[in-house]
């Protein structure tokens, strides 16, 4: 019998306008152990609504174990999860992520990240939280013929992500219902554009291209009415000249800059212009990744 303790960090997808395919590993984690039994599933950590066989961490790790024709037994799962839930920092990735990298270690480490990606992806759809958690920094990813492909970019040392978490939460669900069907030809050529910028402005740290860069046509002017209070922070980041957008689906949101004086100033204003409790968490990107503790 083994146990293994996995480290997956927080991500944040789409970037702005990365809709669906940009993605950013950042230092705040959650750690899953996988202690192996004789029979039956204990999880332990979390909410008990959570406790059953659809926690997608033991979801995640049965999917692995099946892909290599393992049987599946007991497993004892304690979560240490320091990523909030539903709020657009990749909670639910993180598990999945978890599940698959534990299973994957007690057997031998016989499948490449790549394979575990391609496993993860199949439950989650799209896979721009799951590759940035899986090789950490700065990932762009697309699904060809049903498989993921990710690659890294570059990025400046000095950036700081400060992600605003609201006192509420807002389902992916929810989030997804409210964008259009169609787009217009126009808003493809302007995300497209705004995009190639972001990820230019992120690798030579220039704090003027990304705040012009940040802003979208896809996502973000569809799901800002669901967000308490995201004009009015939107109107004060960008005072600052900081790259501001959208966390993943919300409601969390991210200014990201080199100026350090810009959290305090946040702050100190915040509270005067907010209807809900915002708390400012400071973060730095994750290089590594997924990984054993």
């Known amino acids: 019998m083994g146990s293994v303790t996995i480290r997956v ?14 993605g950013c590993a950042l ?32 979801v995640s790790y049965c999917a692995v174990l099946s892909s290599l024709s393992e049987e599946i037994r007991g497993v004892k799962i304690h979560i240490d999860a320091h990523i909030p839930i539903c709020r657009g920092l990749g909670s639910s990735a993180a598990l999945l992520v978890a599940g698959a990298m534990g299973a994957n270690v007690l057997r031998g480490n016989r499948l490449s990240t790549q394979g575990l990606l391609n496993i993860t992806n199949a439950m989650e759809g799209h896979p721009d939280n799951l590759a940035p ?15 993921p492909v990710a690659v890294s970019f ?5 950036w700081e992500i400060l992600a605003l978490v609201p006192d509420f939460t807002l389902p992916t669900v929810k989030a997804r219902a409210v964008l259009p069907e169609q787009i217009s030809r126009a ?13 230019k402005a992120l690798e030579l740290g220039d704090e003027k291209l990304l705040h012009n860069a940040m802003r979208d046509k896809l996502h973000q002017p569809y799901r800002k009415s669901l967000v308490a209070d995201y004009e009015a922070i939107e109107s004060l980041a960008r005072t600052y000249g ?31 212009i907010t209807t809900h409790d915002w708390t400012i968490m400071p973060l730095h990107i994750d290089f590594e990744g997924a990984r054993v503790v």
Request: glycine share 10%; proline share 6%; charged share 20%.
């Open 242 to 272: 900081v790259g501001f957008c959208l966390s993943g689906a919300g409601p969390t949101l991210l200014c990201i800059t080199r100026n350090k004086a810009i959290r305090e100033k946040l702050e100190a204003k915040l509270p005067t």
């Open 9 to 22: 960090p927080a991500t944040t997808a789409n970037m702005g306008p990365g809709f669906d395919a940009f």
């Open 133 to 147: 958690a899986f090789f950490g920094g700065l990932t762009a990813a697309m699904v060809d013929s049903g498989l």
């Open 27 to 58: 230092q705040l984690y959650t750690d899953v152990t996988f202690e192996e039994t004789e029979c039956g599933l204990e999880i332990t950590g979390c909410d008990e609504e959570f406790t059953g066989p659809d926690n997608l961490a033991y």
């Open 187 to 199: 808003d493809a050529i302007y995300n497209i554009a705004h995009g190639a910028m972001v990820l």
């Open 154 to 158: 570059p990025l400046h040392p000095e």
